[in-house]
């Protein structure tokens, strides 16, 4: 019999909801409770890729917008086959945004639908667990740096807002909303809970594919 396989966790949330910081301390908690577990996050910005995003998000250079939205799911792609090792090998994968990000950022755009931002990402490994981190606009644009990115206004993060509550309606898709407006060890403590749980829920399941009839 095959080996026992890690989770794909995914953190999802506006901009500044904590998923960064989250993200790094689940890898260490999950660590420290014994678990193998490592942390990726998208964009992927170190690859060629990763660099035309950035370059992009840091408004140093214009990409069209379907473009963009392409270039967001290939950096996806290009990591999958590193994933799927890692997931094999027994090792939980906690990720900072996936298509989720994807979907709920570009569709906030004019004339984009959810429909054809879903596709170019349709196939990619499913997450076993969806982190939707939960914090007002206002809320968010209280904290640290925003307004850097090109996608860090409050008029913009309100559509994205609206968009992820679309998605979540998805009942296919194992959501689960965390108040992301906790302290920071409380809402560790929430999502390593609940990262324990399906970490074990899976561990002898084949990896799914998301937005797939399987
Ligand atoms: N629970 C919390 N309470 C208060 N401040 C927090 C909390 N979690 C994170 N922060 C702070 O909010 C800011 C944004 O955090 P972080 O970078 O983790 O968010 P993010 O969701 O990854 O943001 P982005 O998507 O914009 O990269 C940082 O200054 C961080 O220290
Ligand atoms: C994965 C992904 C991200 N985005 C947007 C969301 C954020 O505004 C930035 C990434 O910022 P971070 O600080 O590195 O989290 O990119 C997107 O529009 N589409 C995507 O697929």
Not at 10 to 31: C, H, I, P
Not at 62 to 90: C, Y
Request: some cysteine.
């Amino acid at each position: 019999m095959a080996g026992r396989r890690g989770a794909l966790i995914v953190l999802e949330g506006a901009d500044r909801a904590g998923k960064s910081t989250q993200a790094r301390r689940l890898v260490e908690r999950l660590r420290q409770r014994g678990h193998r577990a490592d942390g990726m996050r998208f964009p992927e910005r170190t690859t060629e890729i990763g660099k035309l995003i950035s370059s992009y998000l840091e408004k140093k250079s214009n990409i069209e917008d379907h473009t963009v939205h392409l270039l967001f799911s290939a950096n996806r792609w290009e990591q999958v086959p590193m994933m799927k090792e890692m997931l094999r090998s027994g090792v939980t994968l906690v990720v900072d945004r996936y298509a989720f990000s994807g979907v709920a950022f570009t569709s906030s755009k004019e004339n984009f639908s959810m429909k054809w931002c879903k596709q170019p990402d349709e196939g990619l490994p499913k997450p076993d667990l969806i982190l939707f981190l939960n914090l007002s606009p206002e809320a968010a644009a209280a904290r640290g740096g925003f307004g850097n990115e090109i996608y860090e206004t409050s008029d913009f993060q309100v559509k994205v807002q609206k968009r992820y509550q679309e998605l979540m309606e998805d009942k296919s898709l194992n959501w689960k909303l965390v108040d992301a407006s906790q302290t920071v060890d409380d809402v560790l403590k929430e999502i390593t809970g609940m990262s324990e749980g399906i970490i074990e829920d899976v561990k002898d399941q084949p990896i799914g594919k998301l937005w797939t009839e399987e």
